[in-house]
């Protein structure tokens, strides 16, 4: 039987669809998903990703065996500070993304959903085979997640607490109180937009800050939000989504999240990558915008003059362009920006364009 969410009552009370996702039973909409998109897109959104994991990693060496488990250097960042990074095989191909917090000293680790288990028992497995002196704690159903996406995002968790939000950057992140509700607040979200997530515990006190969340956002239009315009809203940003672009053991390099990997320090999967790196022949994530009518979808391939050069991770319809987008992994000689492509829909090829990320840029709500 699927797990459920702890707002699994007052999300059917709302009126949502569920989907089985990653072994959760979850709202996949409540309204449409176009509507709950442009809703975060121009105004506010509220989310429950309580699917999310969540690790507790503490003791002498927590900060060396995130450095030696992830592409990132966690010596470089300050407490209150979170960061986004991937946990890599020795291969080099990415087990899970991920984001960690510093806060005080122990982490919070956020693996995707259904991958507590992995991740937890590969930390554990590295822990011992490097003598590292931690704790680490799967506390996955210990804690409700909640976003708050939107350019409305930060007056309608304002009314909510003392903290000052102004002052908050991009991937601060802190305890605070919510509605009277002791959380963890950061700035980060899955949407492209402005936006803050809260880790509540214990989890019976997440209706309250659900509830009292729409109430403080009703005046600026706020929707709850399900999975598919997660989906949708991720995708219009070139987000990855971990069961799909890195299915079948890819690596950054591949995925196109070089820019995550801090070279200066040695961490699994290293020596991997650099052999990669100089290699220089592999595919690599890239974005497509179809030119003719059609949806690009999960698995469909990618040919060039009759030859398949690659495959779609995602496809969908986007809601702000209007037409077919995709994500996929794509030869190399292929990538440049305008190059023309065929995605094959239903036997069908759709003409598509090769594009700079993201599909919808920054404050696009302002221009339209």
Known sequence: MALRSPLYTVQQKLGAQFTEFAGFE???????????HMAVRRHVGLFDVSHMSNI?????????LISMTTVEDATKIPDQKSQYTVILREDGTIIDDTIFMHLDDRYMMIPNAGMNTIVATWLQEQAKKHKYQVKIEDVSRNYAILAIQGPKARQTLQKLTDVSLDTLKPFDCQYADVDKVSCILSYTGYTGEAGFELQISPVKKAEKVFKTILSS?????IKPVGLG???TLRLEKCFMLAGNEFA?????????????????????????????????DFPRMT??????????RHGCDIYKDGRKVGIVTSGTL???LNTGIAMGYVAKEFREPGTTLDIIVRDKPIHAVVVKPPFVPKDWAEHT
Request: net charge negative; aromatic share 8%; charged share 30%.
């Open 56 to 64: 507790w990693i503490s003791g002498k060496d927590a900060e060396s």
């Open 217 to 221: 956002g009703d005046e600026f239009g």
């Open 318 to 320: 986007s809601p702000c």
């Open 26 to 36: 979850m709202p996949v909409q409540y309204s449409s998903i176009r509507e709950e």
């Open 229 to 231: 315009a997660r989906d």
């Open 287 to 296: 974005c497509l915008r179809c030119t003719e009518k059609g949806i690009p």
């Open 248 to 280: 079948g053991g890819r690596t950054p390099l591949e995925a196109t999240l070089g820019w995550t990997i801090k070279w200066d320090h040695e961490f699994i999967g290293k020596e991997s990558l650099l052999k990669q790196k100089e290699k220089n």
